[in-house]
């Protein structure tokens, strides 16, 4: 089957979460529906016609390593160059180096679709994005002027090389370094792993943002340094020129992502330049992290979407045995109740994913462009809260709707032919890169509650009144019921949380996350059926967020009790004993 942009539901999602605000503010104010619709309706038309026929061969085919060079699957590069040339990789960038200046949020509903429909393929130009953010904050007068048009217009791309063997996600062990070469100018010695599309065959020149040590930086992550290191040495004139001294050893070969190389890295005395200031590269980089991390929920949400369209077309074609909710025999396996059950809890959870990650944008939105100081730091706050739960939360939801997908086309699923099993391949990666699920959900109990809980202490009450106000609605106090009963869990475990640092809070960390994003996602459901209009597609909205708070919300007593049980059973466990 062909990928159907869900441009209707992205629409009704961003109206939810509060996008259409955005247009009170200076840098939006020429934003009208029009042009939001338009965006859509482009976005959705070129996922569906030029990057989803891509995406088997690209799974078949993949990305292939030979001397040194990578070549993508067939057809990746003339699609890239046509997705460059639509300015679709520069949405949210300053208008003043070539951008379109629009909402981060419109940005992230676009590349939805372009994740549902080519997960391998949109990694590629969402790396520029976050080069693109990191260069607006950090790059100077200079940088910005050589780097910025050049990736926004799509002609290069952008990478980060965070990973070394040794290190994982632990940065502070880092041991790249870099050696003062004269004239502002370095050289690059170290090894990187993991770098997503690090060498490619799709774009002219690759921008290489690198951590490294410079000589005599202090241990740990406060003596990270942060460089640009292009591919091809970038002369006054913006022209790319000779190779530079960087290369790719080989690529991984993977679960997933066929299509999306992912790269070692090798720096043997590479040029390159400091970004920022010195020792000071990792808040930088974090720019570009906090970036993808949205992006790569928005992946679970593309993939989430994509998986629920095949098994949903399956279910609707595919007839077999006498189905409690049909008289036909053999009736659609759609008629059969758990099927169904099954197919509607999928689509719900992608639309809660989905207002989660487009909230987080609006937010971000609100904290670069609001109107006063107190206004970009309350929503700066917000959006701060809503990142981890957006990457963690959505992510582990696409895993789960992936891996539901192939249960509806039971043993067929697992076979390759039919494709459905390549949307639970590609979606693994998801809970792992960019900070796995685990790192995420310390973050949430360890720096976003740092605030004493203020920020979602707020958010929380603000969920409560929603839901309380909704008890009386004939057709949605049920769902308001489950709602309120969610938010007082999730309050009572904050507190916990907020009492019990350290190893106890953390080994409950992800049942707490888990419990933020299934009470947000129930909260936003709510809303979604509260402005949905009439008729049946408006109606779908309120069965969807009732099945979503009988389903999930109800669990929310029991995953309040996980995130408050401590860390007695890890403490006790006698290590050498589990050894079989």
């Known amino acids: 089957m062909s990928f159907r942009a869900p441009v209707r539901d992205i629409a009704h999602a961003l109206g939810v979460v509060g996008f259409d605000g955005l247009r009170d503010l200076p840098a939006f104010a020429e934003l009208d529906g029009d042009t939001t619709t338009a965006v859509l309706d482009a976005a959705g038309a070129f996922a569906s016609e030029r990057l989803a026929p891509l995406n088997r061969v690209g799974d078949t085919v993949g990305a292939r390593y030979e001397n040194g060079a990578v070549f993508s699957p067939p057809g990746f590069p003339e699609a890239y160059r046509d997705f460059a040339a639509g300015g679709w990789c520069g949405l949210s960038a300053e208008m003043e180096y070539g951008g379109q200046g629009l909402p981060k949020a419109l940005e992230l509903a676009v590349y939805e679709m372009v994740h549902s429909a080519n997960l391998a393929f949109g990694l590629c130009p969402v790396l520029n994005v976050g080069a693109i953010e990191a ?91 942060l460089f640009i290191a292009p591919k091809f040495l970038v002369g006054a004139d913006g022209k790319a020129g000779a190779r530079n001294g960087l290369r790719a050893a080989s690529i991984e070969h993977k679960l997933g992502i066929h299509a999306s190389p992912t790269c070692v890295m090798l720096y043997d005395g590479a040029e390159a330049e400091l970004m920022g200031q010195a020792n000071e590269g990792l808040a930088v980089m974090f720019v570009m992290m906090n970036a993808a991390r949205l992006q790569v929920g928005m992946q679970g949400v593309g993939i989430g979407e994509m998986a629920y369209q095949r098994a949903l077309a399956y279910a609707l074609d595919r007839k077999q045995g006498r189905a409690a909710l049909s008289k036909d025999y053999p009736a659609r396996i759609f008629d059969h109740p758990e099927v169904r059950r099954s197919l509607l809890l999928m689509k719900a959870q992608v639309e809660a994913a989905r207002a989660i990650v487009l909230m987080a944008g609006v937010f971000l ?97 603000e ?65 979604g059926a509260q402005h949905a209009p009439d008729g049946a597609w408006g109606q779908n909205k309120a069965v969807l967020a009732d099945l979503f708070a009988t389903q999930i919300l109800s669990l929310a007593p029991g995953r309040a009790e996980a995130a408050m049980t401590g860390a007695a059973a890890l403490t006790a466990i006698d290590a050498e004993a589990l050894v079989a």
């Open 365 to 461: 939105d609100r904290a670069r462009h609001g109107q006063s100081e107190a206004d970009r730091a309350a929503a700066q706050a917000r959006a701060d809260l809503l990142t981890p739960i957006a990457k963690a939360w959505s992510t582990d939801m696409g895993v789960a709707v992936a891996s539901a997908g192939l249960q509806v086309y039971g043993g067929m699923g697992f076979v390759e032919e039919t494709g459905a099993a390549q949307y639970y391949r590609d979606a693994r990666i998801t809970p792992i890169y960019e900070g796995t699920n685990a790192i995420q959900a310390n973050d949430l109990v360890g720096r976003k509650l740092g605030d004493g809980g203020n920020a979602a202490l707020a958010l929380i009450a």
């Open 135 to 225: 260069l607006q904050e950090a790059g100077t007068a200079r940088q910005k002027s050589l780097f910025l048009p050049p990736l926004i217009d799509g002609r290069w791309t952008g990478t980060m090389n965070l990973t070394e063997p040794q290190a994982g996600s632990d940065l502070a062990a880092l041991t790249a370094r870099a050696e003062p070469a004269g004239e502002g100018r370095y050289k690059l010695y170290g090894e990187k792993i993991f770098i997503t599309w690090g060498e490619h065959d799709v774009a002219d020149n690759i921008v290489h943002l690198v951590l490294a040590r410079l000589p005599g930086a202090p241990a740990g992550v406060k003596g990270i340094s």
């Open 463 to 527: 969920i409560a009144a929603d839901a309380k106000a909704a008890r009386a609605d004939a057709r949605l106090g049920a769902v308001a019921s489950y709602l309120e009963a969610a938010a007082t869990a999730l309050e009572k475990a904050t507190h916990w949380q907020l009492a019990h640092r350290g190893a106890e809070g953390l080994a409950g960390a992800s049942a707490y996350l888990a419990l933020f994003g299934d009470t947000l996602g129930g909260w936003l459901l709510l809303r």
